[in-house]
């Protein structure tokens, strides 16, 4: 397996920001998408322990530093493109804010089998609906 | 599980794209991130195979229109903050246009284990190094 340099990552296709996968390494189970920029990156390298750009403050922030429920970095993955990360990762607690392990804790509705989705789907008329 | 209804996603945040991470639904193995318009995910449930608003291409496309390797979807997951999505499939040949099974092939350097990586970290003095 190859290996890529930080510098060659692909940080002008969003702004200076790379989306990051973040997998608990023993379970491959997805735990986040989020978001890392230079600095990000080079925290969570120099410490071991994940760092993020979190939009919604718009600064960089350890994950967990609040809650504790920290990750503890194992390894890093790059895409064939070099503008994607997947962080594996030793998750502490849980990785939602919700007090979900995963925050990919919900489905999308199910496939044509509800009213709704095909009334979203547009691709019944009303009279096939009623 | 709670469900979500396509129309509840955060189309807006990112301008009527949304991530989607694409995982393996037998190995949980990560193949891609890639990105979804509304279009792209209306053809994804209508079709059950996964199609993409490709960026390069600026247009949706299945997964596979050309290469043959398609990806059936199993399911789709939703994030907290419903930015983003997991399609949970089963792909047919490899999901990298490089023809890797994953489009994470290759790791970042080592943690601080190189001298490249040092100093693009710059966390070090030059005489360190040395």
């Known amino acids: 397996m190859s290996a890529v340099r930080p510098d060659e990552l692909d940080w002008e296709k969003m702004g200076g920001l790379i989306p990051v996968i973040t997998q608990e390494a023993d379970t491959m189970e997805v735990l986040t998408l989020a978001y890392t920029d230079n600095e990000a990156l080079e925290l969570t390298l120099k410490t071991g322990y994940a760092h993020y750009f979190r939009r919604s403050h718009g600064k960089v922030m350890k994950k967990g530093v609040t809650s504790g429920n920290v990750q503890k970095m194992v390894d890093i993955l790059v895409d064939c493109d ?10 502490t607690g849980p990785a939602c804010h919700l007090g979900e392990r995963t925050c990919f804790h919900r489905k999308l509705l199910p496939h044509l089998s509800s009213k709704a989705e095909r009334t979203f789907m547009g691709s019944l008329s009303r009279s096939e609906l009623d």
């Open 82 to 91: 070099n503008d994607s990360l997947i962080f594996l990762v030793n998750q």
